[in-house]
T-cell receptor, first 111, second 112 residues
Framework: KAGVTQTPRYLIKTRGQQVTLSCSPI?????VSWYQQTPGQGLQFLFE???????NKGNFPGRFSGRQFSNSRSEMNVSTLELGDSALYLC??????????FGPGTRLTVL | GQQVMQIPQYQHVQEGEDFTTYCNSS?????IQWYKQRPGGHPVFLIQ?????EVKKQKRLTFQFGEAKKNSSLHITATQTTDVGTYFC????????????FGTGTRLQVFP
């Protein structure tokens, strides 16, 4: 099976812009979670989607949103970008087990 | 909110030395998972422990889950340069098993 894929891998934006990141889970996995990773804050949970519904949400402002499509692919959106949003955004999918399979991540730089 | 702390934050060892990272949660965990992230890479699942007091081994790696299901440890015997990376523990709370909370991580550097 192909692994989790994320696009784009790298992105440079300026403050105030918005960005959409995409994640394709492993075939058959219905749960997709998003994480933000920064050197200072570590791995922070953003949200989890299961069968097109947001099942869990982390402590991030409303500028961070996401959705999941019927084929389990997921997107996350960040509006009105701030410098502090620069991070590695990781997507992970899982099946009925708890093991999370991570994608390579999207490295977002906000200038 | 729930916090999962790991100590130490950094550890530098000589190749062949042992290494241990400790994971402590402020609340009871449903299970504990361990992940390894190589420099420039993404977290990769290593193992999951579910039972109180459980101990599992993977070659040179030994994982323990505390009796109260609030702490865990990962011990590496005779480290190798391939062990370099950041080790994260992660666990869902007992009452919200779908939300995984990651520990702060321990970065291991192994000198040859």
């Amino acid at each position: 099976k192909a692994g989790v894929t994320q696009t784009p891998r790298y992105l440079i934006k300026t403050r105030g812009q918005q960005v959409t990141l995409s994640c394709s889970p492993i075939s058959g996995h219905r749960s997709v979670s998003w994480y933000q990773q920064t050197p200072g804050q570590g791995l922070q949970f953003l949200f989890e989607y299961f069968s097109e519904t947001q099942r869990n949400k982390g402590n991030f402002p409303g500028r961070f949103s996401g959705r999941q499509f019927s084929n389990s692919r997921s997107e996350m959106n960040v509006s009105t970008l701030e410098l502090g949003d620069s991070a590695l955004y990781l997507c992970a999918s899982r099946d009925a087990s708890n093991e999370q399979f991570f994608g390579p991540g999207t490295r977002l730089t906000v200038l | 909110g729930q916090q999962v702390m790991q100590i130490p934050q950094y550890q530098h060892v000589q190749e062949g030395e042992d290494f241990t990272t400790y994971c402590n949660s402020s609340t009871t965990l449903s299970n504990i998972q361990w992940y390894k992230q190589r420099p420039g890479g993404h977290p990769v699942f290593l193992i999951q422990l579910v039972k109180s007091g459980e101990v599992k081994k993977q070659k040179r790696l030994t994982f323990q889950f505390g009796e109260a299901k609030k702490n865990s440890s990962l011990h590496i015997t005779a480290t190798q340069t391939t062990d370099v990376g950041t080790y994260f523990c992660a666990g869902p709370r007992v009452y919200n098993t779908d939300k995984l909370i990651f520990g702060t991580g321990t970065r291991l550097q192994v000198f040859p």
